[in-house]
């Protein structure tokens, strides 16, 4: 194996044309992910960090453009990919995981015709395998009896459930990065820490690198190596997840004193200034 | 029965059991919130917690039991006279606001139809209390932010002037920061008007920063009332609520080494 870097970005830009003139969501972003690294993402929404996301896919879409001076996975320029190139890279390298199950998953069709799908697509494989490994990969996510979950529909799961379909549909094609944009913000605190953990275990034990987007500090704190604070498309702070007490951006100590503690003394919880902005 | 002067509770539920269709989903619920008090009902998604409220507000017509609000025995459905007493606020503010109708529109709603005068001077003034600016006024939802929205459909709660108010989760479809406004406003209003809060989270953190007491649900039964004091330091007596409690990470300020052992160790 080599010493690069599983991920590198330099400069991403990422912006939308209104009739106001190009609006910048994204503006000069950079950052590099090791093999095996969990690197968190925070922000509040606006701030650009499910772009960031997308971007790394390159899942803009028109009117939307992304630019970038480098996008470099595994030795590999995404770049210059074609979208034909894009499309045997997307699942089978890196996946995403989106964070509502209810409106990623196919309403008609069966959890297990899903699953066996995400693995057709890069893979061929006879259909007596591939029922194995719908079988073993929705085992390993933790569903008792796979076998009549494969055969269920989407809406007759669990929003908790479903995001461990979408999980097993996400790792199936053995991807080396995974993605996760919000995966637990439609879940309860309970279902939360089970997701999350599925998600540790398998990406650590597959050596995977994984990127985790979400708006929840503590939350990223507790399963990332490393973590970037995005604010206004800008990363403000760049930390280790255990040094996150001792941030030293107003931006990101605003968001940490934000959040009620389990022992609330204060008597009203400071808020961020928005100056500029409309408020909320 | 007993007049609201003599008796104490604001909400006061007895062996509320409360079904949909054949299925019964909440049993055997007894609490009482005193007036004035914000009580906090905790518990996964589908313990029932929820359903309590939608029962209280007239929404879940099928229970058998005893629901009283300020003293008075609830009926079966959706009541006019109850509504000036109570309102509810809703978890998703995107879902909660007619689409076609301006903000103006929808909080002159309930004075109209309980026929209210000075609306217009009525509407002006809740927008300053909660918060929004008045150029908001003549605006659609979906012009506004998540915050906004959350802003407005607490307006319309408080519109004609109840003493009780069920929340049902009215943070949870919020960032952090919006979050944190949103609470200070609810607790803002319950200091200057008065209010009794009936709320429902799945957020402990939330729960410490905004209420008195709370229960806590699990499929359907409260398994324990608890002071909020109990968030201080897990002081729960049930091996559920302790479980919950430590799934939400627990109290990281009362103990430094437990800071540690959550932050996993990268190496």
């Known amino acids: ?16 044309a209104t009739p106001k003139g190009p609006v910048e969501v994204v503006k000069g972003l950079s950052l590099s992910l090791g093999r095996e690294e969990r690197l968190g993402i925070v922000g509040e929404s606006g701030s650009g960090k499910s772009m960031t996301g997308r971007s790394i896919l390159r899942l803009i879409r028109a009117p939307g453009r992304q630019t970038a001076k480098t996008l470099r996975f595994d030795g590999l320029d995404l770049m210059a990919q074609s979208s034909r190139q894009m499309r045997q890279i997307r699942g089978a390298r890196i996946s995403m995981i989106m964070q509502d199950p209810k409106f990623s998953l196919n309403p008609v069709m069966t959890i297990g015709h899903q699953i066996a799908e995400a693995l057709q697509v890069h893979e061929n494989l006879p259909r007596r395998d591939l029922q194995a490994r719908v079988i073993e990969m929705l085992t390993s996510v933790r569903i008792n009896e796979p076998e009549r979950v494969a055969k269920m529909y989407p809406h007759e799961v669990s929003g908790g459930m479903g995001q461990r379909v979408m999980i097993a549909m996400m790792l199936i094609p053995r991807p080396q990065l995974l993605i996760a944009d919000e995966p637990t913000s439609a879940l309860d605190v309970s279902v939360q820490a089970q997701v999350l953990d599925l998600i540790e275990e398998l990406v650590t034990g597959n050596g995977m690198g994984l990127i985790l987007i979400s708006h929840d500090l503590n939350l990223v704190a507790r399963y990332c190596d490393r973590i970037l604070v995005m604010n206004g498309g800008e990363v403000v702070e760049a930390c280790a997840a255990r040094d996150l007490h001792k941030a030293t951006h107003p931006y990101t100590k605003g968001l940490l004193a934000a959040q009620p503690r389990m022992q609330e003394t204060r008597d009203e919880l400071p808020v961020l200034d928005r100056s500029g902005g409309a408020g909320t | 029965m007993s007049s609201p002067e003599s008796s104490q509770a604001a909400i006061s539920l007895k062996d509320l059991d409360i079904s949909y269709g054949d299925t019964k989903v909440v049993r055997d619920v007894s609490f009482d919130v005193a007036t004035g008090e914000s009580f906090a009902l905790v518990g996964e998604s589908g313990s029932g917690k929820s359903t309590v409220l939608k029962a209280i507000a007239g929404l879940a017509p099928d229970w058998t039991g005893e629901i009283s609000v300020l003293g008075k025995p609830r009926g079966h459905g ?35 139809i309980h026929g209210i005068g000075k609306r217009s001077e009525k509407v002006v003034e809740m927008l300053g209390a909660v918060g929004l600016d008045q150029r908001f006024r003549f605006r659609f939802p979906h012009q506004l932010s998540g915050g906004q929205r959350q802003r407005v459909a607490i307006a319309r709660a408080l519109m004609l002037e109840p003493k009780v108010m069920l929340l049902d989760e009215p943070t949870s479809a919020l960032d952090v920061s ?90």
């Open chain 1, 1 to 16: 194996m080599t010493d690069a870097p599983l991920l590198e970005i330099e400069d991403l830009r990422v912006s939308f």
């Open chain 2, 78 to 112: 959706t009541d006019r006279a109850f509504s000036e007493t109570c309102q509810m606020v809703f978890q998703d503010p995107y879902a909660s606001l007619h689409p076609r109708k301006t903000i103006d529109t929808v909080l002159s709603e309930p004075l109209a």
């Open chain 2, 178 to 267: 919006v979050q944190a406004e949103i609470l200070n406003l609810l607790k803002r209003l319950r200091r200057e008007q008065g209010l009794t809060y009936l709320m429902v989270t799945h957020n402990l953190p939330v729960v410490s920063f905004m209420c008195d007491r709370m229960a806590v649900m699990n499929k359907g039964r409260i398994v324990e009332i608890a002071p909020k004091t109990a968030l201080y330091d897990g002081s729960f007596a049930d091996p559920y609520t302790r479980d919950l409690y430590a799934a939400s990470g627990g109290n990281p300020d009362a103990d430094p080494e437990g800071t540690a052992s959550h932050l996993k160790d990268p190496a």
